[in-house]
Structures are given as structure tokens and as C-alpha cells.
């Protein structure tokens, strides 16, 4: 069973950075693909970043340049850099993991997730 846990939300003024991180447990590497997801106010949960075990990564197009996704396997944890943030990026930013992703940004494709970290970005 894998677990994740966010950490590192908070409000941070437009133009900032935050980085956010998620503790993985229970899980192995191969196969494996992790995600961060992000749910608006008013809007559906969408994918932001993912990285599979092959270490191909995905962006959404509206962070590409921005937000940065890594891991550290020595750690488990899992980061989020989100760099030049706007009040369009604040939301509910969950992690996740699914097995054999074929689409790496659908929410479908994951079967475990964090319970979130909350994101706020003031103008």
C-alpha cells in the first residue's frame, strides 16, 4: 500500500516561489509513476506535473517554465518547485501514484493520493 503526504502549502504573494514536497512510503520505484494534481475552487482536479519510473516528466502547458517536479530517492519525497506563481495557480495540491501510467496527466490513472497541501497566491 503507498502512502503520501503533502507538506510546504501556504500563501505566498504573486510572483514568489514555494516549493512543495510529498513523503512517499510503501512504494517502489519501478513502475511506478508519482503526480502532483491541483484542484481550483469551482473547477475540476487537474494534473500539474508528473514523473514516470523511466524519468520522463509532463507539465500542464500553464506551468511549463515554472513549476519544477523532482525526487529524491534517498528521501522518498517527492518536490514541487512552483516558481513565478500567479493567483490562477491557487488550489488544492495533492500527490499520487499509479502503476503503469499510460496518460500521466488523468486523475483516472492514479490509484493512491495525499490528502493535499493548500496553495494561496495573493495579488
Known amino acids: 500500500q503507498v502512502q503520501l503526504m503533502e507538506s510546504g502549502g501556504g500563501l505566498v504573494q504573486a510572483g514568489g516561489s514555494l516549493r512543495l514536497s510529498c513523503a512517499v512510503s510503501g512504494y517502489t520505484s519501478r513502475g511506478y509513476c508519482l503526480g502532483w494534481f491541483r484542484q481550483r475552487p469551482g473547477r475540476e482536479r487537474e494534473g500539474v506535473a508528473a514523473l514516470d519510473s523511466d524519468g520522463s516528466i509532463t507539465y500542464t502547458d500553464s506551468v511549463k517554465g515554472r513549476f519544477t517536479i523532482s525526487l529524491d530517492n534517498a528521501k522518498n519525497t517527492l518536490y514541487l518547485q512552483m516558481n513565478n506563481v500567479t493567483p490562477e495557480d491557487t488550489a488544492m495540491y495533492h500527490c499520487?501514484?499509479?502503476?503503469?501510467?499510460?496518460?500521466?496527466?488523468?486523475?483516472?490513472?492514479?490509484?493512491?493520493w495525499g490528502q493535499g497541501t493548500q496553495v494561496t497566491v495573493s495579488s
Open positions: 499520487a501514484a499509479g502503476y503503469l501510467v499510460a496518460s500521466r496527466l488523468d486523475t483516472y490513472e492514479y490509484k493512491f
